[in-house]
């Protein structure tokens, strides 16, 4: 492993500050992260793992800044944590036997109609949860541990556009509004990131010289990040939203090539 300087740590622990920062709000914080890594000169394997080394911490500081906000339902919580968990350690073990690759074109549309899905709507779901009222599905426990284990999985496998796929799941499927499906996506984030880097871990693949610098980046910027979704509401959800989604579409695209 090449020896980084204080002064490419400190970098990285910046970078690490605005990708916390933005993934809190709407996912794609790894689109920073990890070429900067790579950039830095950690080999891919290196890069991936140090990269979950330190993304758990800013997810973990939204999650908790998300459920002081009152924006986190306990219930699909309890259920979501463990299937995230579970379905991204899943994944996780399926790397070895499918190639990641194959999925950039299939990922590449779904960021793409994300992009447009999020854009595009409109109306007021959350005010449901601010009455009081149930999820729109009275199904909404377990669709949300679907959504968990299914979309874990993809982000244990694969990863790109996980918390945007979360939060249109969580308003396509449940009614939530943007800041609210935000909130529940961080829980299922953490729980994925906390399962991968656990196998990362595991394996010896996390440079921890250099995630731990860059996790107390990451904190910062998750706890601020989720701070203003919870203060600016949808508005910002959505715009950080479809710019996260438009930007891995587009890296992706100019992978394909």
Known sequence: MPSLSPLAI????????????????????????????????????LALGTNKGQS??????????????????????????PFGLVGSAGGAALVLAVPASSLKPIVLVLLSAAALFIGFRRGRPEARAAA???PRWQGGTVTAGVIALVIGAYDGFFGPGTGTFLIVAFVALLGDGLARASAAAKVVNFASNLAALALFAWRGLVVWQVALPMAAGQLCGGWIGAH??????????????????????????????
């Not at 970078?15 to 920073?32: Q, S």
């Not at 800013?58 to 944590?81: C, E, K, Q, T």
């Not at 910002?236 to 695209?253: Q, T």
Request: charged share 15%; net charge positive.
């Open 132 to 134: 009081g009222l149930p």
């Open 56 to 81: 758990v911490f800013g997810s973990g500081a939204a999650m908790v800044n998300y459920w002081r906000s009152g924006l986190i339902d306990p219930a699909r919580a309890r259920v979501g944590f």
């Open 228 to 257: 203003l979704a919870v203060r600016r509401g949808d508005a910002l959800v959505r715009r950080v939203a479809v710019l996260s989604a438009l930007a891995l579409a587009i890296k992706l695209a100019l992978d394909l090539r």
């Open 10 to 45: 400190s970098a990285l622990a910046l970078v690490a500050f605005a990708a916390g920062l933005f993934d809190a709000i709407a996912g794609g914080g790894g689109l920073l992260t990890v070429p900067a890594l790579l950039a830095a000169g950690l080999p891919p394997h």
